[in-house]
Every structure is written in structure tokens, then in C-alpha cells.
């Protein structure tokens, strides 16, 4: 055992000899961030989010064939998990303080690649289209990252292969993912934004939930996805055409299976997720209208069918109970509308309308959001304060004084050094109804943040 280990420290420093030499060589670069992010829900006092990060990029162009990028986050996240004495003996420590390392992005760019006007990609990136700020309906490739539900855009990694052709003033981008790579979820409670309220016959009272998700097979047929892209400048905008086939990165249920526990109507519920097939067919510009910068883009989701069915759990095995419609193979359209100024005295507007979220499938399921965010700097740009900053969800117009959500942002940021960002802010929720805000308006919460870049 001695000799293995003296065997082993041998070659790990080795290999770092060598590694340290490759970058010297390689003219590698290396930047990123620290950062921690800690929150307070208002009614409880509860700490929610405890987390701090280290962002690490890597980056190098040895020659101008090639170009290699990399990102990793190491984060100590969540809070302490300590059950029973042997928790505060491990080694790794991760019941006294949860971490993690997070692969986000490691990918290859060859250039000119065969044909002088040829690039290739190739590895774990983030692609992401679109030319609203933030939510891109048609940004279907890499899933979404939805841990955090306050911070909309983030995506995940996925390995795919990008080859990029530039015939003139027209760059033609297509995409190949040969494996599925689902979203995250919301945490805890938050997650109920995105859950549809569950229609239950009157008396039924239900005990326990339990879900499964049925990922797809890890075949050519089944898990890969492709899309193409042709994108130019017309007439001063940059506008775009695309094309998305492959899976809905969130799941939906196609399957409840229903256990009577007592004879006085409670019951566990079971239910099956799968994730649907897709296309989308998409369209974006961005461009300014005098000092007034104006984007849009829109995307026409073409869904396979997905029935739902339902069973009760008897003696006898399962009975079928019903088979519904989880969502049709009729297209639907979400669009983004947006444009952003600043005023003469340095007040700076971003606003956009969406229709259809994230999480929405459907036409009549679709709804209506008005995202906005006004910034005002101080004393050389060392202070920011944004006093009014959130989003507006209306399901219904006829009825909105029973059917709206609001999400308040407010913050202040100071900028003591370059690089340093110190944040204090707040989420702010309210409504009535079924939309995605009133689901998590008892969840208002304090933040701060501080963050370095190097």
C-alpha cells in the first residue's frame, strides 16, 4: 500500500510539471469571479439561499486554427445537513458545509476547418439564440438552469457539435446534440411556480405525492436533437430564421396512478413524467429606432401529442379511469417584444412584453408578462440604484383584478473598487388566481450579494 501511494504522488506530480509547462506554452488565460449570495424570507426570518462561488474560465488560442474554452464553478451551496456524530467525522466535510463542482462548458473551436470559411465547435457548450434580454423563445438547445427562479436565462452545458458557414454576409449555423439533457428545477418551495394546480373531485382529500420521470433512451432516434440557423443584417437589423427538433426540456405528465388509502376519500397520488418531442420554428431582429434600442423574436411550437391517463390502484391491479389530452399536437406561438433607452439624465428603461412563459404549453394555456427594469448611477457610476425593477403576469384581461401576479426587484449596488460589487435588494411577491407569481407570493425574501471579478 506504501509503494501504491508513493507510486501515485509520483505521477499526480508529474502530470502537474507537465501541465504547468503546457499552459506556459499555451499562453493560456484564466478569469472569473468570487462571489456570495445569501437570502432572508421576510415572514419566517428563515435563511433560504447560503451559497458561495468560485467562477473559473480558461481560454487560449495557441494558433489561429484553433481556440479552446472552459468553465467550472465550485460552490459551497445550502446549508449544514448534520444528522448523527459520524456526519461531523467525514472527511470531504460536505455534511458540515454542502459543495460541489459544476462542469458548465469545455469546448474546441477549429477554424477553417476543411473549407476557408468553415468553423467547428465541438464539446460541452451554452448556445443560446434569441435577441430578447434574457427570455428567448427561441432558445430550445441548451436547457434551462432554473435553480435559482429569480434568475431567468441561465441555461446548462450540453456536448454538441456547432458548425458555423459564412457565405458572405449570411452566417449559417447548424447544431447537433446527440444526448437529452433535461432542465433543473426550481428549489423547494419555489417549484410550485411552475406546478398547474391539480383538478381533484370534491371530498377527495390527498395524502402523499410521489413522481417518476422517464427519461428518453439514449438512441440516435430517441435522445438526439439538431438545429439549423441562418442569420444576416438587413436594412440595419440583425435578424435571424431557425429551426429547433428535438424535446421539451421540462417534463410533462402523461400518466396518475391513484391509491384509495381509507374509505373516506384520501389518496396518494403517483404520477409519471415524460418530455415531449418537439419543433420549433423561429424568427428574431434587433436593431434601434433613433437612441431607442427595439428586439423581438418569435417561435412557432409544433408539440407531438401527449394523452394523459389515469388509473386507480385496486386489488385487482390497476383499473383505468380516464384518458385526457396533456397537450396537443395544435402549434402554438410565443413571441418577445422589447426595446430599452436612456433618458438625458442618465435614467436607463428596459422593458419587454412576453407571450407565453418558460413553462407554458399550448395556446390556451399561454399567458401574458410585462417584464421591466429602471437603473439610475451616481456619484461617477459608483452607485446603482434600481427603484422599480420586476414583472407584471396577467392571465386574463377581462379579469385581472382576480388574476394578476407582480414580482418587485428593487436594489442598490455600490461599486467600492473596480471589480467589486456589493448588492442589497429584495423580492417582492403579490397576486390573485392561478399564475406563476401568486403560486409563491408568501415567499417575498431580503438579499445580498457580493461579487469580485479577476
Known amino acids: 500500500m506504501k509503494n501504491i501511494s508513493i507510486f501515485s504522488l509520483t505521477v499526480i506530480f508529474l502530470l502537474?510539471?507537465?501541465?504547468?509547462?503546457?499552459?506556459?506554452?499555451?499562453?493560456?488565460?484564466?478569469?472569473?469571479?468570487?462571489?456570495?449570495?445569501?437570502?432572508?424570507?421576510?415572514?419566517?426570518k428563515e435563511f433560504t439561499w447560503n451559497e458561495n462561488r468560485l467562477n473559473l474560465k480558461f481560454e487560449g488560442a495557441p494558433s489561429d486554427k484553433y481556440h479552446?474554452?472552459?468553465?467550472?464553478?465550485?460552490?459551497?451551496?445550502?446549508?449544514?445537513?448534520?444528522?448523527?456524530?459520524?456526519?461531523?467525522?467525514?472527511?470531504?466535510?460536505?455534511?458540515?458545509?454542502?459543495?460541489?463542482?459544476?462542469?458548465?462548458?469545455?469546448?474546441?473551436?477549429?477554424?477553417?476547418?476543411?473549407l476557408e470559411n468553415l468553423d467547428l465547435r465541438i464539446g460541452r457548450q451554452i448556445i443560446s439564440w434569441g435577441t430578447a434580454d434574457k427570455l428567448n423563445p427561441t432558445s430550445n438547445i441548451s436547457p434551462d438552469d432554473l435553480e435559482d427562479i429569480f434568475n431567468f436565462g441561465e441555461q446548462l452545458g450540453t456536448n454538441a457539435l456547432k458548425a458555423s458557414y459564412y457565405l458572405g454576409d449570411v452566417t449559417l449555423t447548424g447544431v447537433f446534440v446527440p444526448v437529452f439533457t433535461p432542465a433543473t428545477l426550481p428549489l423547494g418551495d419555489f417549484a410550485s411556480a411552475f406546478a398547474p394546480p391539480m383538478d381533484l373531485p370534491?371530498?377527495?382529500?390527498?395524502?402523499?405525492?410521489?413522481?417518476?420521470?422517464?427519461?428518453?433512451?439514449?438512441?440516435?432516434?430517441?435522445?438526439?436533437?439538431?438545429?439549423?440557423?441562418?442569420?444576416?443584417?438587413?436594412?440595419?437589423?440583425?435578424?435571424?430564421?431557425?429551426?429547433?427538433?428535438?424535446?421539451?426540456?421540462?417534463?410533462?405528465?402523461?400518466?396518475?396512478?391513484?391509491t384509495p388509502v381509507d374509505t373516506l376519500?384520501?389518496?396518494?397520488?403517483?404520477?409519471?413524467?415524460?418530455?415531449?418531442?418537439m419543433q420549433v420554428i423561429g424568427a428574431d431582429f434587433a436593431g434601434s429606432i433613433g437612441s431607442v434600442g427595439f428586439w423581438g423574436e418569435g417561435a412557432l411550437f409544433i408539440p407531438d401529442k401527449v394523452e394523459m391517463s389515469t388509473f386507480m390502484q385496486t386489488q385487482m391491479g390497476l383499473l383505468p379511469q380516464a384518458t385526457s389530452i396533456a397537450l396537443d399536437d395544435k402549434p402554438y406561438f410565443r413571441y418577445v417584444i422589447g426595446g430599452d433607452y436612456t433618458f438625458k439624465n442618465g435614467l436607463y428603461l428596459n422593458a419587454q412584453f412576453l407571450h407565453g412563459f418558460i413553462h407554458e404549453r399550448g395556446e390556451e394555456n399561454l399567458n401574458d408578462y410585462i417584464a421591466f427594469r429602471f437603473e439610475k448611477k451616481f456619484f461617477n457610476d459608483e452607485l446603482k440604484i434600481v427603484p422599480f425593477g420586476g414583472a407584471i403576469a396577467i392571465n386574463d384581461w377581462n379579469n385581472i383584478d382576480n388574476d394578476y401576479g407582480f414580482l418587485g426587484n428593487p436594489e442598490i449596488t455600490y461599486y467600492p473598487s473596480d471589480n467589486v460589487e456589493l448588492i442589497l435588494g429584495a423580492y417582492w411577491l403579490e397576486g390573485k388566481g392561478t399564475n406563476m407569481f401568486s403560486q409563491i407570493k408568501k415567499n417575498d425574501e431580503l438579499y445580498v450579494k457580493v461579487k469580485v471579478s479577476f
Do not use: C, H, M
Open 265 to 277: 376519500g384520501t389518496i396518494d397520488i403517483d404520477t409519471e413524467l415524460i418530455y415531449p418531442k
Open 202 to 258: 370534491p371530498g377527495v382529500l390527498p395524502r402523499n405525492f410521489s413522481d417518476s420521470i422517464i427519461l428518453p433512451e439514449n438512441k440516435l432516434t430517441e435522445s438526439s436533437q439538431f438545429a439549423f440557423k441562418a442569420a444576416t443584417n438587413l436594412l440595419g437589423y440583425d435578424v435571424s430564421l431557425s429551426y429547433f427538433k428535438g424535446r421539451d426540456d421540462l417534463p410533462l405528465v402523461d400518466k396518475v396512478t391513484i
Open 68 to 114: 479552446f474554452f472552459s468553465e467550472v464553478r465550485l460552490r459551497g451551496f445550502g446549508f449544514p445537513n448534520v444528522t448523527q456524530s459520524s456526519d461531523l467525522q467525514r472527511q470531504e466535510k460536505d455534511k458540515v458545509y454542502r459543495w460541489g463542482l459544476e462542469f458548465r462548458e469545455a469546448y474546441l473551436d477549429l477554424y477553417q476547418f476543411g
Open 16 to 44: 502537474l510539471i507537465t501541465t504547468i509547462n503546457l499552459i506556459a506554452q499555451s499562453d493560456l488565460g484564466i478569469n472569473g469571479y468570487i462571489k456570495t449570495d445569501n437570502r432572508l424570507r421576510y415572514d419566517s
